[in-house]
C-alpha cells in the first residue's frame, strides 16, 4: 500500500463516521420531537374525557395523568410544563401535590 492509499482510507472513514453521526443525531432529535408530540396528544385527550363540561375548572393530580396513561410521573411533568394548552395549579400553594388542567 502506498502512502496516498493509506491516506485517502482515513479522509474516507472520517467522512464517513461523522457523516453516519449526524444521521443518528438527527434520527435521535426527530424520534425525541415525534415521542413529546404523541405523549402531549396523548395527555391533552385523556384530559379533555376525564373533565366534564360543568367541572372545567377540575385539577388533575401528576400521579392520576401518568397511571392512566402509562407514562412516568417525570414524563407527565415535562409534557404538562412544555404545553402551551395544559396549566399548573400555583394557586392552592401546595407544592407537594402538582395538579394540571386544560386551559
Same mark, same amino acid.
Given at each position: 500500500? %502506498? $502512502?496516498e492509499? +493509506?491516506?485517502?482510507?482515513i +479522509?474516507i @472513514?472520517?467522512? @464517513?463516521? #461523522?457523516? #453516519?453521526?449526524? =444521521? =443518528? &443525531?438527527?434520527? /435521535?432529535?426527530? $424520534?425525541? @420531537?415525534?415521542?413529546?408530540?404523541c405523549?402531549? =396528544?396523548?395527555? $391533552?385527550?385523556?384530559?379533555?374525557n !376525564?373533565?366534564?363540561p360543568n367541572? #372545567?375548572? *377540575? &385539577?388533575?393530580?401528576?400521579?392520576? =395523568? #401518568?397511571?392512566? !396513561?402509562d407514562?412516568t410521573? /417525570?414524563?407527565?411533568?415535562?409534557?404538562? %410544563?412544555?404545553?402551551? !394548552? +395544559?396549566?399548573?395549579n400555583? $394557586? *392552592? @400553594?401546595n *407544592?407537594s401535590? *402538582?395538579l &394540571?388542567?386544560l386551559?
Open positions: 500500500m %502506498s $502512502k492509499t +493509506i491516506v485517502e482510507g +479522509i @472513514g472520517g467522512v @464517513g463516521g #461523522a457523516i #453516519a453521526g449526524l =444521521i =443518528i &443525531w438527527l434520527a /435521535d432529535l426527530i $424520534k425525541k @420531537g415525534i415521542m413529546n408530540k405523549h402531549t =396528544i396523548k395527555v $391533552k385527550k385523556w384530559l379533555k !376525564n373533565t366534564t367541572q #372545567a375548572k *377540575e &385539577w388533575r393530580s401528576t400521579r392520576a =395523568i #401518568a397511571s392512566h !396513561n407514562l410521573e /417525570d414524563r407527565v411533568r415535562f409534557v404538562c %410544563s412544555n404545553s402551551s !394548552n +395544559i396549566q399548573l400555583t $394557586k *392552592e @400553594g *407544592e401535590k *402538582e &394540571w388542567k386551559r
